[in-house]
């Protein structure tokens, strides 16, 4: 999919991904938070985005033993992707981008917004 300028949306993400550190960092925790929130379809998008973005398909599908056809079917929104796989893919883009993940949960409404606007912790590079 392209934009007016017709240029592709992956490579509008990959190259503000290649100059924004906390936009990169960002990329992998906000497709997890849609997986986790039951939007499957858009957290596949995002991951696709952020696997193009960052490790690249071809790197990606050596560390895993697949194609990088594979991993592409593997996050399309209509693919069913077990979940072994989706953690396989998340570990080597954690690993690739030294991002330490921490998962926050909340019992009501107004403890998630405020979680939601704490300092992220998964932008937190790993040693």
Same mark, same amino acid.
């Given at each position: 999919? &392209?934009?007016?300028?017709?240029?592709?949306? +992956?490579?509008?993400?990959?190259?503000?991904?290649?100059?924004? #550190?906390?936009?990169? &960092?960002?990329?992998? #925790?906000?497709?997890? =938070?849609? *997986? *986790?929130?039951?939007? /499957?379809?858009?957290? $596949?998008?995002? *991951?696709?985005?952020?696997?193009?973005?960052?490790?690249?398909?071809? $790197?990606?599908?050596?560390?895993?033993? $697949?194609?990088?056809?594979?991993?592409?079917?593997? @996050?399309?929104?209509?693919? =069913?992707?077990?979940?072994? +796989?989706?953690?396989?893919?998340? $570990?080597?883009?954690?690993?690739? !981008?030294?991002?330490?993940?921490?998962?926050?949960? @909340?019992?009501? !409404?107004?403890?998630?917004?405020? /979680?939601?606007?704490?300092?992220?912790?998964?932008?937190?590079?790993?040693?």
């Amino acid at each position: 999919m &392209a934009n007016k300028l017709g240029i592709p949306i +992956d490579d509008i993400f990959r190259e503000r991904a290649q100059w924004d #550190p906390v936009y990169r &960092a960002m990329m992998l #925790p906000s497709a997890i =938070d849609l *997986l *986790l929130s039951d939007d /499957v379809r858009v957290g $596949k998008i995002a *991951l696709h985005s952020c696997i193009y973005s960052t490790i690249g398909y071809e $790197k990606l599908g050596e560390l895993m033993g $697949k194609t990088p056809d594979d991993i592409k079917r593997m @996050c399309h929104p209509d693919h =069913d992707t077990s979940v072994n +796989d989706l953690f396989d893919i998340i $570990k080597h883009i954690r690993q690739h !981008e030294g991002i330490r993940l921490e998962v926050k949960g @909340c019992s009501s !409404e107004q403890d998630c917004e405020s /979680v939601a606007h704490d300092e992220p912790a998964e932008t937190v590079a790993a040693t």
